[in-house]
């Protein structure tokens, strides 16, 4: 399988990055087609008039996949369509949900690496075929072993942006989904010389946590939510939302979430899942 992610993009920012983290979205193939109820489209655009208020410009949007609900091309048009009214470049990865087919996606999106004098961004495909979890095809490894490299050879710090997580966030029944071979991921960026943050969607919750002093990070859905700590799948009545990431110069982060308080979304709360 060959990875949709490739080029080199370079930032025009040597101060501190301000980085938004969009991520599964959901947009079925036809506009306001609905996830338990939720028009993706709609919640979508709620999530971005949110982003459009973030203080000063963005560097930089990462939509960390799941960007269609059933692989439709028309959601890939959508969602550049939806990008449109943000002014900063958008990169963007697949999740489980997504359909890579070179035919059906706008590929200037899938970039893998993305860097300014102080930080290195890699975007990294986690995706196994015809299965929900997460896993590095040796691709993909590798990819990341160059970043690694390129970073400690470069003197940056390393951001990591994979739709998969490698920790788990406390949900028994998504855990088994982070990526299988996490030891392998975890022993490529424990060489990493200066400070590296993860972000992940897939489990639509927040979430963050250092682990050997590295940063992990998951992010709310731009729909539907998971409800945090539970045994099996269940549903949250938390809004939709976004994560905000400062990263400066010196490897400090800051980050944080928001969500629209002025919408409201009602999802089936009772649903058993979906697939
Ligand atoms: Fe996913």
């Known amino acids: 399988m060959n990875s949709a992610l490739r080029g080199d993009y370079t930032l025009n920012n040597s101060d501190t990055l301000t980085l938004i983290q969009v991520t599964d979205a959901h947009l079925m193939s036809e506009k306001g087609g609905r996830l338990l109820n939720v028009d993706t489209d709609d919640s979508l655009a709620a999530v971005l008039d949110l982003v459009m208020d973030h203080p000063g410009t963005p560097d930089a949007l990462l939509i960390t996949g799941d960007i269609a609900g059933d692989g439709a091309s028309a959601a890939y048009e959508r ?10 470049p958008s990169f963007w990865l697949p999740g489980n949900h997504d359909d890579c ?19 290195l961004i890699v975007m990294l495909d986690s995706q196994q075929p015809d299965a929900v979890g997460g896993h590095l095809v040796a691709t993909e490894l590798d990819a990341l072993s160059q970043a690694v490299d390129r970073a400690n050879q470069e003197g940056k710090h390393l951001l990591i942006a994979l739709h998969h997580p490698s920790q788990p966030v406390g949900c028994d029944w998504l855990d088994p989904q982070r990526i299988a071979n996490s030891a392998a991921f975890e022993l490529e960026v424990q060489r990493c010389r200066q400070q590296v943050v993860v972000i992940s969607g897939h489990v639509h919750q927040e979430s963050d946590q250092v682990i050997g002093d590295i940063r992990y990070l998951t992010t709310p859905s731009t729909c539907i939510q998971f409800a945090p700590n539970q045994v099996n799948f269940k549903v949250d009545d938390q809004a939709p939302g976004y994560r905000w990431l400062r990263l400066s110069p010196s490897g400090e982060v800051e980050t944080g979430v928001e969500r629209v308080i002025d919408r409201e979304f009602p999802v089936d709360l009772n649903s058993g899942g979906y697939l």
């Open 79 to 88: 969602m550049a369509l939806a990008l449109g009214v943000i002014h900063a």
């Open 101 to 119: 087919d070179a035919s059906k996606i706008d590929h200037e999106h899938f970039i893998r690496t993305a860097t300014n004098p102080h930080w």
